[in-house]
């Protein structure tokens, strides 16, 4: 296992970049705790898996260090890093059985038959292989392979680090919610550091302890699945993260306080110094009300999800969503609506304005 450093990382797939546009990751400092479990957590082409392949060493950045513990590993071989990678897709061996897929990392690396024997059962346990282990792996199904790439990954004893680029792509939705918590019972049990790749909010906010966050060849946010729901430290955050995601809303701003739709509205932060950025509203459905008084709103649609009605209204212009439990009343037309003080924030050109934007 290892502490993970990333430090003024960059990386671009052109000989000269000359501008940001060229740069598939952007400057980067980051760092991953020895045995903590994170997820890369962003929309395809952001970055993800060209980050996930430098930490490998399957790629070689174009600028900066990358660090295990304190020793530097940048122009390290992928064998010399100690690193097991999990792929998008299964990586079986079709002809072999399901015991000998698990043991070949093992023998392709010396470790006497005694040994390997205990591990490969030790994994397949964990794995719910154990029933399968003299079966061919041709004969699974694609849910049953990815678990043998899983356990191939775990089975290695001397690994500083676990890297998953999006494993449950291939797998049947019923079984994700099954194989995304035995991956995080499995970091339990193994406490190897654990990085997961996935445009899915769901699996990175159920697998990892804290989650990071990025667009556009950059890390917008590094945080825990509550730190990212509750304070958004960038519009992208809130927007991405969330069911419906955060109301953006457009606002000015008049001695540090923000003015939506003709009214003041109370915030949590201020925003003194704008100087003529972009500046804006951000607050959750969960934190926008029904309310005697408030900010005049049309209802345009009413969606049931089951658990809650997701309301879209109509106010000053602009699209606002909110929360409604199963059976509360929802005005037909004309109403009223209220946010939460303590849960709007004023975003500047994206972001969180004031002292929690370094929080």
Not at 102 to 123: M, Q, S, Y
């Amino acid at each position: 296992m290892a502490r993970i450093t990333l430090s003024d990382l960059k990386h671009s797939y052109m000989p000269n970049p000359t501008n940001d546009a060229d740069w598939a990751l952007k400057q980067l400092d980051v760092e991953w705790d020895d045995g903590g479990a994170y997820a890369l957590l962003g929309p395809s082409g952001c970055g993800k898996t060209t980050l996930l392949n430098i930490i490998s060493g399957l790629l070689i950045p174009s600028h900066g260090r990358v660090l295990f513990d304190d020793s530097d590993v940048t122009a390290l071989a992928p064998e010399e890093r100690k690193i097991a990678q999990v792929f998008q897709f299964p990586v079986v061996y079709d002809t072999m059985t399901v015991y000998d897929n698990l043991a070949f990392p093992l023998r392709n690396r010396g470790v006497t038959e005694d040994l390997v024997d205990v591990r490969v059962r030790e994994v397949a346990e964990m794995t719910d292989l154990t029933a399968m282990l003299k079966n061919r792996a041709s004969g699974l199904t694609a849910d049953g392979k990815q678990k043998i790439s899983l356990g191939r990954g775990l089975v290695r004893t001397d690994v500083n680090a676990i890297l998953f680029d999006e494993p449950l792509t291939v797998i049947d939705p019923h079984l994700k919610f099954q194989l995304r918590l035995k991956l995080k019972e499995l970091h339990h049990r193994v406490n190897n550091t654990m990085i997961y790749v996935t445009h899915d909010q769901t699996e990175a906010l159920t697998f990892a302890d804290k989650v990071v966050v990025m667009n556009v060849g950059e890390v917008v946010q590094i945080g825990t699945p509550e730190e990212l729901f509750e304070v958004p430290h960038h519009t992208f955050v809130g927007h991405f993260i969330g069911s419906p995601g955060m109301n953006v809303l457009p606002c000015d701003i008049d001695n540090g306080a923000a003015h939506f739709a003709g009214q003041r509205v109370e915030t949590a932060n201020d925003a003194d110094g704008v100087n003529g950025r972009k500046t804006e509203i951000g607050v959750r459905p969960e934190y926008v009300t029904f309310s005697d008084q408030g900010l005049d709103a049309q209802v345009i649609r009413v969606s049931d999800t089951g658990r809650f009605n997701v309301v879209e209204t109509q106010c000053g212009g602009n699209r606002v969503n909110l929360l409604v439990g199963e059976g509360a009343e929802i005005p037909s037309e004309t109403t009223k609506i209220a946010f939460n003080p303590e849960r709007t924030r004023i975003y500047a050109d994206g972001w969180l304005m004031g002292r929690e934007a370094s929080s």
